[in-house]
C-alpha cells in the first residue's frame, strides 16, 4: 500500500466514524441524568438553579413518622420501645430525641431531629456533643430556607427534601455510639453519616486515632478494607467498588482518612463506614466493613473497647 | 478546578454518551456509565494535576467505567466467540451504520478502546499511550494494525 492509499483510506474511516457517531442517538435522558449526577455530589448548599431542571423527576426520600412539638424535647413512643430492646436500659446515660424542625408543604419537606444526651456526670462534654447536635441542624434548617426561597422563583416547583435524624448503633455497660444522618432530597438522594462513640464509664469521646498506638492503623485497615471489597465482588458479581490500582484505575479508594466515620459494636467489633458514593455507586448505598480485631490487635491502645 | 470540570462535563456529554454507547450498544447500559463516571470525576478531581489533562482523564475514567460495567454485566464478549447471530446490530435501527458496527465487534477491547479513543473522542497518539499505560510504539503499530483490520472488513463486503 502506497503512503497516498493509506492516507485516502484514513481520512475515509474518519469519515466512517463521524456518520457512525451521527448515527448514536442521544436520548432525551441524557440532560437530566448528567445534572442530577452533578447535584447529587454537591452539598446542599452549593446547589444551584439548575435543579429545576430535573427536579421534575425526583421521589421525594421517605422520612420517618414521628410526633413531635417543634423545639421541645421528647421521647417518642417508636424510639422508646427500640430503646428498651437493648440491655442495661437502666443506665443513667440515656439518648432522647428532639423534634427540632418540622415543614411540610407541597412540594418542600423537612424533617430535622437530634439526639440529646442525658446523665453524663461530665456536664462539658455532654454539653459540647449536644451544642453540636443542635447546631449541625440549625445549618441543615438555613441551608434548606434558601435553597426554598430559591426554587420559588420558578413556576413550577420541584421536590425539597431534607431528613436528619439518629440512631443508636450500640449501647453497653461501656459504650455509646450513636449514628446521624443526613439525607438530601434533590433530583436524586444523598446520605450522609456522621457516628460519635462515648466511652460511658470513663466519660470521654472516642475518636479513630485515640484507639490505636499510632497511624500505622490507616495502611492496615485500608489494606484489609481493599481485601474485603474484593472478596465481596468475587461473592456477588453485582457489587462494584471502585478501588484504586484497580484495572489501571486513577480513581477510587486508597486510603481511609485519619478520622474515617466508625463505631464500635455491642461485641467490640470496629466498624468502618463509608457515605454513599464514597467507594461506590449509588446503587450500592452506605458501605460498612467491620475490621477483624485481630488485624489491628498489635496496634490497639488497649483491648477495652475492641477486642 | 470544580467549575472547569463541570463546564467540561456538561459540554462533552453527548460525546461520553456516544463513546459509553459504542462500548455497550444499548442506551440505558451507556446512561448508566456516563452517570457513574461523572460522580467519580467530580469525588476524585483532586487526583486531577492539571486542566490540560481533563480530557484524557475524563476518557480514562469512563473507558474503566465502561470496562468494569460490561464484565458485570457479562456482555463482554471475548474477540473470538462472537458469532454473526450473536451480534446485537439486528435489534437495533435499520438506519445504523451496520458495516462500521459488525467490523467493530472483530476487534479486541484493547483495540476498540484505542480506535475509540482516536476517532470518538479525538485523541492524540502521545495522550492514548499515557492513558492505556502503553508505550508509544505500541500504541501506534496497534492502531494502524487496527485500522488497516477495519478497512478490510469494511471493503470486504
Redesign the interface.
Known amino acids: 500500500m502506497n503512503l497516498m492509499s493509506k492516507q485516502k483510506n484514513q481520512a475515509d474511516l474518519s469519515e466512517t466514524f463521524a456518520d457512525y457517531l451521527d448515527q448514536i442517538e442521544i436520548p432525551e435522558e441524557l440532560n437530566a441524568i448528567v445534572d442530577s449526577a452533578i447535584q447529587r455530589t454537591k452539598p446542599l448548599k452549593e446547589r444551584n438553579m439548575n435543579m429545576k431542571k430535573f427536579a421534575k423527576h425526583t421521589i421525594a426520600a421517605s422520612f420517618i413518622g414521628l410526633m413531635g412539638f417543634v423545639g421541645s424535647v421528647n421521647l417518642s413512643p417508636t424510639f422508646a420501645s427500640s430503646i428498651s430492646d437493648l440491655p442495661l436500659l437502666g443506665s443513667l446515660v440515656k439518648v432522647v430525641n428532639l423534634r427540632q424542625f418540622e415543614y411540610q408543604a407541597s412540594t418542600y419537606n423537612a424533617t430535622l431531629e437530634a439526639p440529646v444526651i442525658e446523665g453524663l456526670e461530665d456536664e462539658a462534654l455532654q454539653k459540647s456533643l449536644n451544642t453540636k447536635y443542635l447546631e449541625e441542624n440549625k445549618k441543615l434548617y438555613e441551608a434548606f430556607e434558601k435553597d426554598v426561597a430559591k426554587m420559588e422563583q420558578f413556576d413550577s416547583p420541584g421536590h425539597l427534601g431534607v431528613d436528619s435524624g439518629f440512631e443508636i448503633k450500640t449501647n453497653t455497660e461501656d459504650i455509646l455510639s450513636i449514628a446521624r444522618y443526613v439525607v438530601n432530597t434533590v433530583g436524586s438522594s444523598s446520605t450522609t453519616m456522621t457516628y460519635d462513640t462515648i466511652d460511658k464509664k470513663n466519660e470521654i469521646l472516642i475518636t479513630l486515632p485515640s484507639l490505636f498506638i499510632d497511624e500505622e492503623y490507616i495502611s492496615i485497615i485500608s489494606e484489609n478494607i481493599k481485601t474485603q471489597m474484593k472478596e465481596r465482588m468475587k461473592q456477588d458479581e453485582n457489587l462494584v467498588y471502585w478501588i484504586e490500582g484497580d484495572e489501571g484505575a486513577l480513581e477510587g479508594f486508597d486510603r481511609i482518612n485519619v478520622h474515617q466515620p466508625f463505631y464500635i459494636t455491642a461485641e467490640g467489633k470496629l466498624i468502618i463506614s463509608f457515605d454513599k458514593y464514597e467507594v461506590s455507586p449509588g446503587f450500592m448505598g452506605i458501605q460498612e466493613f467491620e475490621i477483624p480485631t485481630e488485624v489491628i490487635e498489635p496496634l490497639l491502645v488497649s483491648s477495652l473497647y475492641i477486642h | 478546578m470544580e467549575t472547569e470540570l ?1 463546564h467540561y ?2 459540554t462533552h ?2 460525546l461520553h ?2 463513546l459509553a ?2 462500548y455497550t450498544r444499548n ?1 440505558e447500559d451507556a ?1 448508566d456509565i ?3 463516571s ?7 478531581q483532586n ?1 486531577l494535576k492539571s486542566k490540560e489533562a481533563l480530557h484524557p ?1 475524563f476518557c ?2 469512563l473507558i ?1 467505567t465502561a ?2 460495567f460490561l464484565k ?1 454485566q ?1 456482555h463482554f464478549i471475548p474477540l473470538d466467540e462472537v458469532s454473526p447471530e450473536k451480534l446485537p446490530s439486528h435489534s437495533e435501527k435499520p ?3 451496520l458495516l ?2 459488525e467490523a467493530l465487534n472483530h476487534l479486541s477491547y484493547n483495540e476498540k478502546t484505542i480506535i475509540f479513543l482516536r ?2 473522542e479525538d485523541l492524540e497518539l502521545r495522550e492514548i499511550a499515557k492513558l ?2 502503553q508505550n508509544l510504539s505500541t500504541v501506534k503499530s496497534t492502531l494502524y494494525r487496527t ?1 488497516r483490520k ?2 478490510l472488513l ?1 471493503e470486504k463486503d
Not at chain 2, 38 to 44: D, E, G, S
Open positions: 463541570i462535563i456538561l456529554k453527548e454518551y456516544r454507547y459504542s442506551k446512561l456516563v452517570q457513574d461523572i460522580v467519580k470525576a467530580i469525588h476524585y487526583t482523564w480514562r475514567i474503566n470496562k468494569t458485570k457479562k438506519t445504523y451504520n462500521l458496527e476517532y470518538i492505556l499505560h485500522q477495519l478497512q469494511l
